[in-house]
């Protein structure tokens, strides 16, 4: 089974430049999630969707993020423009339901500089 | 409300066991524990739901105590292969996100 794919792994450009990431789940999974994850922390969650609806986005910064899966399947998460701050591994999980176990994907490692 | 996990870092040798402690000040349905290896994403160890269940695998198991809402994860005989970074994933009724906790980083040596 071909598990949680993202890309680019890494990207790095300067702060007020835009950036999008890439996420495909596993087949059949109706849960997304994008989570930041910055050096020596916990992976936090920026937005969660079942099938293509927002479930959770509380915690997404929406000024500047913004994300959405097309027809529940394939996610972009995108910022624009980016601060020094937002240097973090990005990381894309799915799973069959929420709350269920998380399959992540490698992640992509975004430096802003 | 992020759990906080206990102790930040511990270092074993190889056989020793070790316990990782995460607690939460508020309820919680269920505990999700995952590894992380450095440079690599997490993976999933288990899910521990409300009503106190241990669970266990080979030498790693858990324990949630829904009253005290804490968890904790068990380490048995070690391996070299043990070793990463340990997260728990809280998540309240009915909510069906993951908090994580900040890790717990273990390292096992020869």
């Known amino acids: 089974e071909a598990g949680v794919a993202q890309s680019p792994r890494y990207k790095i450009i300067e702060k007020r430049q835009s950036v999008a990431f890439w996420c495909n789940p596993i087949?059949?999974?109706?849960?997304l999630y994008w989570y930041q994850q910055i050096l020596g922390q916990g992976p936090k969650l920026l937005i969660q969707?079942?099938?293509?609806?927002?479930?959770?986005d509380s915690q997404l910064p929406k000024d500047r993020f913004s994300a959405e899966r097309l027809k529940g399947v394939d996610s972009t998460l995108k910022i624009q423009p980016a601060k020094l701050e937002d240097s973090a591994v990005y990381l894309c999980?799915?799973?069959?339901?929420?709350?269920?176990?998380?399959?992540f994907g490698p992640g992509t490692r975004l430096t802003v500089t | 409300q992020q759990p906080v996990q206990s102790p930040q870092a511990v270092i074993l040798r190889e056989g020793e066991d070790a316990v990782i402690n995460c607690s939460s000040s508020k309820a919680l349905y269920s505990v999700h524990w995952y590894r992380q290896k450095h440079g690599e994403a997490p993976v999933f160890l288990m899910i521990l739901l409300k009503g106190g269940e241990q669970k266990g695998h080979e030498k790693i198991s858990a324990s949630f105590n829904e009253k005290k809402q804490q968890s904790s994860l068990y380490l048995t005989a070690s391996q070299l292969s043990y070793s990463g970074t340990y997260f728990c994933g809280t998540e309240g009724a009915g909510s069906y996100q993951l908090t994580f906790g900040k890790g717990t980083k273990l390292s096992v040596i020869p």
């Open positions: 969707f079942q099938n293509n609806g927002v479930v959770d």
């Open positions: 087949s059949g999974h109706a849960t």
């Open positions: 999980a799915s799973s069959l339901v929420g709350g269920s176990e998380q399959y």
